[in-house]
Each structure stands twice: as C-alpha cells, then as structure tokens.
C-alpha cells in the first residue's frame, strides 16, 4: 500500500520581516512585540503544544520531552537546505516512582520544565502582561507562604512584611525594631524626597553581606538576616560568608533593589494574600498569552548566508530576520553530515561553567497541612555542612490545575557543576521533607511518628531530577539570533530583560511592546495550525 502524505496548506504570503523558530517565552515575547510595531512575523515550532523549554505538560508528556531533548537531533534537510540541529539541553535524567497513582492520572497533571519560578506582583514581568493586555488569557493564584529549612530539619516561616517581623518570636523588640530601622533605611533610598538618605555608591557596589555588618546588625540579626534575607527574599544560589570563594556574590545594589521590589508587591493586588502569585495551569500558560497560535515543522535554508526557511511541506519561506529557540543550531556547511549533530555552529555560544539541577516530585500530602501553595528555602549548610549552594523549593496544589486532588507537585532547583553535586543537593532537600518509601517494602523512611506533635511528612509517590545546561548566546549576530535558555533564576526579569535586549538588538529605536487593546487583530502576526 503506498504510505499516505500529510498535505500541508501554503503559507501566504512568503516573504516575512522576520521568521522565529519556537514558542518559548522569549520567542513569544518577541514575536508579540515585532508584530506590535509592525513588522510581519511568522512564529514556527516543532512542537505540538505551546511554550517549548518553558511548557507545561502532562506527566508522560514531561518525560518524553525531556527524553527527547537529552540527545542531540537533526530535522532532515531537503532540496539542498541546510538542517537545523537540536541540542542536548537536558542530561542525568533519573525517575523514581513509588506508587501507581501518579501514572494512572497522567493527563491530569501540568508540570513545568523550567521550574520552580513564580511571579512577584510588582516586578517587570507583571506590568507587561498588565500593559499589554494579555492577563485577559491568565489567572493567577497567591502563593500561601514562604518558609526556610534549619540545620534541626524544621521550616520556619520567613517574616517578610512588617507585622510578621513583630510577631516572629525568635527576636526581641530590639532587635525588631533594629530591623525595621534597616528596611526604612531600604526604602529611604528609592524615595525621591530626600537625596541625603540614598545609600552612597561605594556602599552600592559593595557586597551585600558587608553592608549589613557595616550597618551595625547584631550577630543574631546577622544570622537571621543570613537565612531569611539573602537567601528567602533577595534569593542568592550562593553563601555569602565567604566572599573570596563565592562564585556568585550579591552587592548591595542587588540585594536592597530586590528587597524594595518584594515589598512593594505586598499589597499590589488587593485579592494576593502575599507578595507572590502563580499562573492556573502553569506556567506554560504564559508564553501561550504572548502567542495564541504557532508551529510548524521547518529546517534552515541556506546558501552561504540566510535567506529562508524550508517547511516540512516543501514550501520556501523568506525573511530577512531568523530568530531561533535556544536548542536550535546551524550546522557548518563544510561539516560532513555524519557529524552535524555534534559539531555545529551555534551562533557564538558559550557553555556556562555551571548548570541547574532541577527536580519534581509528586506526593500524597502537603508539606505543611496548613498552607497549599508555598515556598521553601534551604540556605548553604542548612542540609549538611559543605552545602555550599542554596536550594529552592516550590509546591503547589490542585487549586492551581496542576495536579490531581489530593496530590501536591513540588519544584527544586540549585546550581551546581555537575550533577553528582546537583542531584546531591536535590536529594538532601527531598529527604528534608518528603517520607521516601523503601525499596521493595511499602513501608517509608526518613520519618518518626512516636510523638503526636511532629507534623508527619508527606510520602514520595513520584521524582524526577535533571541537569540543565546554561548556555549563553551573544546576542544578535549578522541575521540569525538565539534566544536565551531557561536560566536559574525564581522570577522571569532577567529572562524579560534579555528578551528586550534582543530585540532592541534587531529593531533599534523601535518601541518594545506598546501597550494595546488584544482586541485589535494583529494582521502582521502569522500563524500555521498545530501539526496534530
């Protein structure tokens, strides 16, 4: 029987300003604000669902797409294009699963790939989906908490508005008031009433870590500002202690900018208990605002220099612009085909030193019975002694349609340079707060149930941990440019901030994303269906 071939409508017109590989946030960013100032856009992906490295899939879905993207790959080339390559971005998948119930409600869970992130209420990202209209397509629900892990396995609630100051009982009235006095001092430095009260700039520059000594805090106030301030509220990945040989030191600048930041989304929006919120559906949600339809499956045409794309179908498509995902690379021409897929020319990218070792896990119970949605913090040396770089911890519930009723999925990440150290950290973490079964044996460990006032932990029904790589791009380079990867960060700013840098880079003097009615077409924005 001859095989059946898939018939591929025509794409009019052919000619485009510019052409995007991917429906990742950024690429959906920028697509949105191309076709915002009026430029014709055409937005291709070769995946069947939106948001690509920033997704939110079902259970089975999650892993086949990790799978998949753990080795490198190349789109057959035809008619003598040139084939994009994919590359590993994944590595060191391990899965664990525990019970049965997780898999059997596979299609009801929306996990997230670059997680565990969230939304301040008062940071960039949030006034652009204000200013752009796009929170009509979103709703959001308020993270319940936030919680730091201690050296004796506890969770202490972190204090981060003025009443839970003085109502934490770990500190004296003194000591309270000292650090009232440090957070006006903060705010006193954003007023524009008064320029005697900025911090001076040699203060600014200098570590963070310094600045709070410098300012006269007790060495308790010290401690606790060690554990709740730089690591819950201004979140650095490293300790801070010891400047010489931290990879990653906060200055001052950083971390008072990031303390006014999450003291101002306290209290944005009147129906948020706190300072943060999280997209119903996940994630994935939001890059689906910024494009409601995109993909199809495509391969780099080129002929010494960039002109076009050729579709699966065949169809030539030309563009004088090319912005492709981060996992997308063109192979050198003067490459022998059998190794393309290793050997690619990758637009200037440079392989970070270090990566972020993510993980998921699936449980019966919440981590605390009293909050659904809530964060966890694990600063350096909380988990064992030579933890060096802090861990982050996110759950979420049902009431934000990412799991079944009566399951909680939990995010964490950390950096690390490889991932015996990440999976290290990742694993010291799930054995803080989940009761993890034994092997062979459906009874759990890790737990001690003889008296009633310990809070019982909930059990593991299903984990995953990953490394991710960190590769950087340059920029825009002649006409063909890389968006940036899913990076370490809890919020979405620098992933906005670099987005914006981009396209700036390729539209100098165009305005970014001018506020607009989404009820206004926008005829300079091309779409393909979904291949299904």
Not at 103 to 110: D, E, I, P, Q, W
Not at 171 to 200: C, G, P, W, Y
Not at 278 to 283: E, K, N
Not at 336 to 364: L, T
Request: with cysteine; charged share 20%; net charge negative.
């Amino acid at each position: 029987m001859e095989e059946e071939t898939t018939s591929y409508p025509p794409i009019e017109p052919s000619t485009f300003d510019l052409i995007i590989t991917g429906t990742g946030l950024p690429e959906s960013i920028i697509a949105a604000a191309a076709s915002a100032a009026g430029k014709t856009v055409l937005h291709l992906d070769t995946n069947p669902f939106y948001g690509a490295h920033y997704a939110s899939l079902p259970l089975n879905d999650f892993v086949t797409f990790l799978q998949s993207h753990s080795k490198p790959s190349r789109v057959p080339d035809s008619d003598g294009s040139i084939p994009l390559v994919t590359r590993s971005l994944y590595s060191s998948l391990e899965i664990s699963s525990h019970s049965e119930e997780p898999l059997k409600n596979a299609r009801r869970f929306n996990l997230d790939l670059a997680a565990p992130r969230v939304f301040l209420c008062s940071d960039s990202m949030i006034d652009l989906i204000l200013k752009t209209g796009i929170n009509q397509y979103m709703e959001f629900k308020s993270v319940d908490a936030s919680f730091v892990g201690d050296v004796d396995g506890g969770l202490l609630n972190v204090p981060d508005s003025r009443s839970a100051i003085f109502k934490d009982r770990s500190l004296s009235i003194t000591e309270k008031n000292r650090l009232m006095k440090f957070f006006k001092l903060v705010q006193a430095h954003f007023s524009e009433e008064s320029e005697e009260d900025r911090i001076s700039e040699e203060d600014l520059e200098s570590p963070f870590v310094e600045f709070l000594s410098k300012i006269g805090l007790s060495q308790k106030l010290k401690s606790f500002s060690s554990r709740f301030i730089l690591f819950a509220l201004v979140n650095a990945n490293y300790d801070q202690d010891n400047i010489e040989v931290c990879k990653d030191v906060v200055n001052t600048k950083s971390g008072i900018s990031r303390l006014a930041l999450h003291h101002s989304s306290i209290g944005r929006f009147s129906n948020a208990n706190g300072a943060m919120i999280y997209p119903i559906y996940g994630q994935g949600e939001l890059p689906q605002a910024f494009c409601r339809r995109a993909a199809v499956k495509g391969c780099i045409y080129e002929d010494g220099t960039y002109r076009g794309v050729t579709l699966f179908s065949g169809q030539k498509l030309f563009s004088s612009r090319l912005i492709l995902a981060p996992s997308f690379t063109i192979p050198s021409p003067s490459i022998p085909s059998s190794a393309q897929a290793s050997n690619s020319r990758d637009a200037g990218h440079i392989d970070a030193k270090e990566k972020v070792a993510r993980g998921i896990c699936i449980a019966n119970n919440s981590i605390r019975s009293e909050v659904s949605n809530c964060l966890v913090f694990f600063p350096p040396r909380s988990l064992y002694p030579e933890q060096i770089a802090s861990v982050r911890v996110f759950q979420l519930s049902s009431n934000v349609a990412v799991c079944p009723a009566g399951m909680f999925v939990t995010y964490l990440s950390a950096m690390s340079v490889d991932a015996v150290e990440g999976k290290k950290l990742l694993n010291a973490a799930i054995n803080a707060l989940f009761s993890i079964p034994l092997s062979g044996n459906s009874k759990s460990c890790g737990i001690d149930n003889s008296s009633e006032n310990i809070e019982v932990k909930p059990s593991l029904l299903w984990s995953a941990l990953y490394m991710q790589e960190l590769t950087k791009f340059p920029g825009a380079l002649d006409s063909i440019s890389n968006t940036p990867m899913p990076d370490e960060h809890l919020d979405y700013n620098h992933l906005l901030d670099a987005s914006k840098k981009l396209f700036q880079e390729i539209y100098p003097g165009e305005e970014f994303l001018a506020a607009t009615s989404l009820s206004d077409k926008h005829p300079n924005y091309a779409v393909s269906e979904l291949d299904s």
